[in-house]
């Protein structure tokens, strides 16, 4: 049974680039959610997507956007990258319905140079 | 906003010793709480989880968390830790909504642990 997963591993970037983040849910899960890590610190919860739509968002800008696939893999786009998004970006699913645990991914290593 | 406060960054103990880390959260309406590990080069797995009932949660790998709802607390218990415990762990708070469903963790800023041989 595979678990989350998510590509690529790493990725470098310049200040003002876009980036696409991949995720594929753990088998039967239908949720996922997006959180970023930085050095050092606990993960923050960036948005949730269930039923193809964003459903809850923390307090990210909007060049922070999202997006949903029928399958439920999920992708993160972040545009306009600033130096500061230098991050870990962890995807975690879980069920939407009585599932409240979330499984999360290796996550994908972010350096905006 | 809700928000979760580790009281150690860091903690290094001996092999054999107990441990105890400190969970707060700030939410005062209905919780679930968590306690995630990452060990080095691994992601993050779930520890244990406290939804309703006993407030002495066990988990994986001898860990047990006790839920004191007077104090907004869950601290992480372990009797006797073991050298391959060195990790980082994180407390995390969801705030339960009527209806259930999934939603968005609050974490800590996560306490790295290590244990000497």
């Known amino acids: 049974d595979a678990g989350v997963t998510q590509s690529p591993t790493h990725l470098i970037k310049t200040r003002g680039q876009q980036v696409t983040l991949r995720c594929s849910p753990k088998s039967g899960h239908d949720t996922v959610s997006w959180y970023q890590q930085a050095l050092g610190q606990g993960p923050q919860f960036i948005f949730q997507y269930y039923e193809e739509e964003e459903r809850q968002r923390g307090n990210f800008p909007d060049r922070f956007s999202g997006h949903q696939f029928p399958n439920y893999s999920s992708e993160l786009n972040v545009n306009a990258l600033l130096l500061g998004d230098s991050a870990l970006y962890l995807c975690?699913?879980?069920?939407?319905?009585?599932?409240?645990?979330?499984?999360f991914g290796p996550g994908t290593r972010l350096l905006v140079l | 906003a809700q928000s979760v406060s580790q009281h150690n960054h860091h903690v290094i103990l001996s092999e054999a010793a107990s441990l105890e880390l400190g969970c707060n959260y700030s939410?005062?309406?209905?919780?679930?709480l968590f306690w995630y590990v990452q060990y080095p080069g691994q992601h993050l797995q779930l520890l244990l989880k406290y939804f309703s009932g006993d407030p002495l949660v066990k988990g994986i790998k001898g860990f047990e968390a006790e839920f004191i709802k007077s104090k907004f607390s869950f601290n992480l218990r372990k009797p006797s830790v073991q050298w391959s415990d060195t990790a980082e762990y994180f407390c995390a708070v969801k705030h339960r909504i009527s209806g259930g469903g999934a939603d968005g963790l609050t974490f800590g800023k996560g306490t790295h642990l290590i244990i000497q041989p």
């Open positions: 939410y005062g309406g209905t919780v679930n």
């Open positions: 975690a699913s879980c069920e939407r319905t009585g599932g409240e645990t979330q499984y």
